[in-house]
């Protein structure tokens, strides 16, 4: 090459990154030099605006009289006022021994909190105080809010705070396992940043579930956590709404409720045999029986699944309905047709930010839904599948990747990423699953779908008891084990069905996540039981 060529030729873009962080750290350095020679004082005029708070005067010993702001609300409005605001030490960069710069989280939320020498107020100690403040630190700071000068990136709230008063609450170590930064990356951010030679760590998900309490800070996890509240508080108030009530069904059983081998068993007192709760179905039921109407329960459920999968736990939150039905199956559909569409339309409008803060980390597509929901047969849809190439058995479950297909024939035709599909083969569905009508190899049943996986299974129930007898034992139930259950039938009930809903596979599937444990906020699976 030329040697003028080679002189005229333009820097990559991976040298400029690597000189600019080069440059980076020696400002650092030298800043951080610069406050290191600040020696400490402890006859320093101004030590009453810093330094760590005695554990005596956080004993609640007195009423407290500070009025607190919380960083999420402060803006444009709060400007020039005076503020008390208590959160985590984010970051600290000092600029020189005479200035520091401290971002301060709170519930995710970020401000810039600027501490600038001045004799009066700001001494140089206190600016080395707060440089070697630990990050994850709590601190309480006073300061006056002010607008920057130039626009912040690294902060949610757009104003700084002008700091006249820290002081530290508690401590984090100087080390933590997990760097938030780090768990907060998404992965086209560690990629691109491995192109210009940045050494971002990815951390795995074990380290983030062995170190729960940690990862639970990043923005996504924080978010995924309201999103999932905020589905159990539509999920609430829309049943209330409908003339449901919420009741509360025992986690010890004498029986499995679900048949099956994923059954957690123990020994009750006196050594009798007893197991965890798969559902709430039986009791559900039986409340229906108590003419209770129309009932809800939030709850935890266990499956003793030895699946390793990505969407299977041990214990989950269930969220379960049950209803009379006065003349067709339908009925339940309509209310899962009805509250699903309001818990969507809720999050789009409510939960924004938490979406954002997802996405960011995990992007994802939002959800493609219609305003009413569609519906096919089980049959419609083994055809669908049929045409597509997907041999199924017309009188069996859809396995995994049928499902999945399906889902996305479902999409090409109807433009839809939630359906319901019904009229489920008799065979595989519980026991007390009602056949249909007009042809018993089918049953009054459906299941709900989110991007192509099963979301809800429900039905309409077996109200007569002997041939709920027949079915329990067809499906090799111990009668005996579900005698007070098959009883409260014997006196009068009315017919009824509902559904069941996993509440971590629920938010996993909106925000397609492609694991159930960031759903989970302390996941229980067959390999892990704390923290």
């Known amino acids: 090459m030329d040697p003028q060529e080679e002189q005229t030729k333009k820097p990559s873009k991976k040298y400029i990154a690597k000189a600019e962080r080069l440059r980076r750290k020696q400002e650092l350095a030298a800043a951080s030099a610069a406050v290191s020679s600040v020696s400490i004082d402890e006859t320093d005029p101004l030590a009453s ?21 919380e960083i999420g609300k402060l803006g444009e409005k709060s400007k020039d006022e005076s503020v008390l605001v208590r959160g985590r030490v984010h970051s600290i960069r000092a600029v020189s021994k005479k ?5 301060v989280r709170e519930k995710g939320c970020t401000v810039q909190c600027v501490l600038t020498y001045k004799p009066e107020k700001v001494s140089l100690q206190m600016v080395k105080f707060v440089t070697n403040l630990n990050k994850e630190s709590f601190v309480d700071v006073y300061g006056v809010v002010s607008d920057p000068e130039n626009a912040l990136k690294a902060t949610t ?31 086209s951010e560690i990629e691109a940043g491995l192109k210009v030679g940045e050494q971002f760590v990815r951390v795995n998900q074990d380290t983030r579930l062995n170190n729960r309490v940690l990862d639970l800070r990043t923005p996504a996890k924080l978010g995924i956590a309201r999103i999932k509240y905020q589905f159990e508080k539509v999920f609430r108030r829309f049943l209330e709404d409908e003339g449901f009530f919420g009741i509360h069904t025992p986690k010890l059983m004498g ?33 229906i029986c108590g003419d209770f109407g129309r009932v809800f329960e939030v709850g935890p459920l266990f499956r003793a699944e030895d699946s390793f999968t990505n969407r ?17 199956y339908s009925e339940v559909m309509d209310i899962v047709d009805r ?44 055809q669908m599948l049929k045409e597509a190439g997907v041999e199924v058995d017309p009188l069996g479950d859809l396995n995994t990747e049928a499902e999945r297909r399906l889902g996305q024939l479902v999409f090409e035709k109807y433009k839809t990423q939630f ?22 190899a089918y049953s009054n049943s459906f299941d709900v779908f989110i991007r192509g996986e099963e979301i809800i299974s429900g039905a309409q129930r077996v109200h007569v008891p002997e041939f709920l007898e027949e079915r329990a034992k067809s499906c090799g ?3 005996k084990s579900i005698s007070t259950y098959i009883d409260s039938f014997r006196y009068g009930a009315p017919p009824h069905g509902g559904f069941g809903i996993g509440l971590e596979r629920m938010v996993m599937l909106y925000c397609n996540l492609d694991n159930i444990r960031m759903a989970s906020l302390f996941p229980r699976d067959p390999q892990r039981i704390a923290p």
């Open 339 to 382: 509250l699903f569409i309001a818990m969507f339309d809720d999050l789009k409008q409510n939960c924004q930010k938490q979406l954002e803060a997802v996405g960011k980390q995990y992007p994802f597509e939002p959800l493609e839904y219609l305003p009413k929901t569609l519906r096919l047969t089980f049959q419609e849809g083994v």
């Open 49 to 69: 605006n810093y330094g760590d708070i005695p554990l005596i005067e956080l004993q609640s010993k007195s009423i407290a009289s500070e009025k607190w702001t």
């Open 477 to 479: 139930i111990d009668v």
């Open 419 to 440: 359906y319901i599909l019904h009229r489920y083969p008799l065979a595989v569905r519980p026991f007390y699953t009602m056949p249909c009508p007009d042809d018993n």
């Open 99 to 103: 200035m520091a710069f401290v971002v």
């Open 255 to 287: 029986g499995s409720s679900e048949g099956g081998s994923a059954v957690f068993k123990l020994e009750y007192k006196g050594g009798v045999p007893a197991c965890l709760a798969q559902s709430p179905q039986l009791h559900k039921q039986m409340s």
């Open 312 to 328: 299977h736990l041990c214990e989950f939150t269930g969220l379960d309905v049950e209803m009379e039905i006065k003349q067709h």
């Open 157 to 187: 709230q757009q104003v700084e705070i002008q700091v006249s008063k820290i002081y530290c609450v508690n401590k984090a170590l100087p080390t933590l396992p997990i760097n938030i930064e780090d768990a907060a990356r998404s992965e």
